[in-house]
Nanobody, 122 residues
Framework: QVQLVESGGGLVQAGGSLKLSCVASGSIFRIDDMGWYRQAPGSQRDLVALITAGGRTNYAESVNGRFTISRDNAKNTVYLQMNSLKPEDTAVYYC????????????????WGQGTQVTVSS
């Protein structure tokens, strides 16, 4: 079984910073793309940032230049550094990873974390 566990959410004032972490554990053969998504109340879950196994990144336009995604492949961990936070960044942030398990190394499946709340006050 594979688990993704996020941490680092919380309450911060506008203009502040937070760093989210997500650790993948379990019977992992390989992790491909890793990403962060967010969902505000009454809204759909949207992509925030994505990073490939090789380190290529992609960002939502709304966070480009303020957020930085990175990963530590040795630790099966992905990070999201969030700077210059705005009230509109308030949402539950979810970690996602495309993972091949040791029991099914040819099959790539998406896994999700439980989510971590980020609240930005004005």
């Amino acid at each position: 079984q594979v688990q993704l566990v996020e941490s680092g959410g919380g309450l911060v004032q506008a203009g502040g910073s937070l760093k989210l972490s997500c650790v993948a554990s379990g019977s992992i053969f390989r992790i491909d793309d890793m990403g962060w998504y967010r969902q505000a109340p009454g809204s759909q879950r949207d992509l925030v940032a994505l990073i490939t196994a090789g380190g290529r990144t992609n960002y939502a336009e709304s966070v480009n230049g303020r957020f930085t995604i990175s990963r530590d492949n040795a630790k099966n961990t992905v990070y999201l550094q969030m700077n210059s936070l705005k009230p509109e960044d308030t949402a539950v942030y979810y970690c996602n990873a495309e993972i091949r398990t040791k029991t099914s190394p040819l099959v790539e499946k998406p896994y999700w974390g439980q989510g971590t709340q980020v609240t930005v006050s004005s």
